[in-house]
């Protein structure tokens, strides 16, 4: 059984640092790309990053784009999101999300989801 | 950056209904549609890629169709357990997008 668990979310304040981690089990971690989707309070989906299963290809939404860094360590089956420089704009619930495409580079779906943690950024 | 445009933003229906929610491509993007179901407080649920694929251990009231621009997700028959927020996905390109969810409310 495929599971994704994050952790790490808490309250930030403004310009602050967060890491994000999300342990991944029940799948050959190393053969997917993984990705990482935010979603504000009361608000929709917003994808925010991806990377390929060997790490050596990174996607980031413009909106978080030189702040925030996608990495994984597939010694660990573990993803991770470091976020810099935050803002109040980035108070989300933030998901991991497997990508449903094994080894072929493409970005079809995200088939199994994490619940996700809670980012606030607030003073 | 493709714009996803989703319709209606809510629909109110009964049990047993047929319901069917659109979704508009900015820009063509061939097959490259995938449609979730969410519930409060819980992770996005994959339903359609391909924009017709059928994932796997998803019931067969739910169908998608479209290509292009422009795409569709029906539920055949609403059950209890339907009544979610709904929302594509194009995966044409980076970046990726999604429709701003179409909410299924009991009527």
């Known amino acids: 059984e495929v599971q994704l668990l994050e952790s790490g979310g808490g309250l930030v304040q403004p310009g602050g640092s967060l890491r994000l981690s999300c342990a991944a089990s029940g799948f050959t971690f190393s053969s997917y790309g993984m990705g990482w989707v935010r979603q504000a309070p009361g608000k929709g989906l917003e994808w925010v990053s991806c990377?390929?299963?060997?790490?050596?290809?990174?996607y980031y939404a413009d909106s978080v784009k030189g702040r925030f860094t996608i990495s994984r360590d597939n010694s660990k089956d573990t993803l991770y999101l470091q976020m810099n420089s935050l803002r109040v704009e980035d108070t989300a619930v933030y998901h991991c999300a497997k990508v449903g495409d094994i080894l072929t580079g493409y970005y079809t779906r995200f088939d199994y989801w994490g619940q996700g943690t809670l980012v606030p950024v607030s003073s | 950056d493709v714009q996803m445009t989703q319709s209606p933003s809510s629909v109110s229906a009964s049990v047993g209904d047929r319901v069917t929610i659109s979704c508009r491509a900015s820009?063509?993007?061939?097959?490259?549609l995938a449609w979730y179901q969410q519930k409060p407080g819980k992770a996005p649920k994959l339903l359609i890629y391909?924009?017709?694929s059928l994932q796997s251990g998803v019931p067969s009231r739910f169908s998608g169709s479209g290509s292009g621009t422009d795409f569709t997700l029906t539920i055949s028959s609403l059950q209890p357990e339907d009544f979610a927020t709904y929302y594509c996905?194009?995966?044409?390109?980076?970046?990726?997008?999604f429709g701003g969810g179409t909410k299924v409310e009991i009527k």
């Open positions: 391909g924009a017709s």
């Open positions: 990377i390929s299963g060997s790490g050596d290809n990174t």
């Open positions: 820009h063509g993007i061939s097959s490259w």
């Open positions: 996905q194009q995966a044409s390109g980076f970046p990726l997008t």
